[in-house]
């Protein structure tokens, strides 16, 4: 069992920067490929990024490539996300994911966090 809880979100003009934290409960946290997704009202969650267990790989959704980096400190069981030139666009509630390698995204098995509020105001 893996509990998830972000913190770090937040209200920032167009341009800023934000650091999304995701501290991760329970057993074997290295074990889990991480992730982040997000969801903007009316709209479906999408991809953001993701981080293999010992971070060497990562990946991003092409509307963040190079504006977003995702990261995790397994010692402290922590994922990250720095958020910087923030756009209106990236407006929406950001969640965080773990799941065992192997499995899918969307697999009943993947924990999710309770999501954190990001707004960008132009």
């Known amino acids: 069992q893996v509990q998830l809880i972000e913190s770090g979100g937040g209200s920032v003009q167009a341009g800023g920067s934000l650091r999304l934290s995701c501290a991760a409960s329970g057993r074997s946290f290295s074990n889990y490929e991480m992730a982040w997704f997000r969801q903007a009202p009316g709209k479906e969650r999408e991809f953001v990024a993701r981080?293999?267990?010992?971070?060497?790989?990562?990946y991003y959704a092409d509307s963040v490539k190079g504006r977003f980096t995702i990261s995790r400190d397994n010692a402290n069981n922590m994922l990250y996300l720095q958020m910087n030139s923030l756009k209106p666009e990236d407006t929406s509630v950001y969640y965080c994911?773990?799941?065992?390698?192997?499995?899918?995204?969307?697999?009943?098995?993947?924990?999710w966090g309770q999501g954190t509020q990001v707004t960008v105001s132009s």
């Open positions: 981080v293999i267990w010992n971070g060497g790989n990562t």
């Open positions: 994911a773990a799941k065992a390698t192997g499995s899918m995204w969307l697999d009943a098995s993947t924990y």
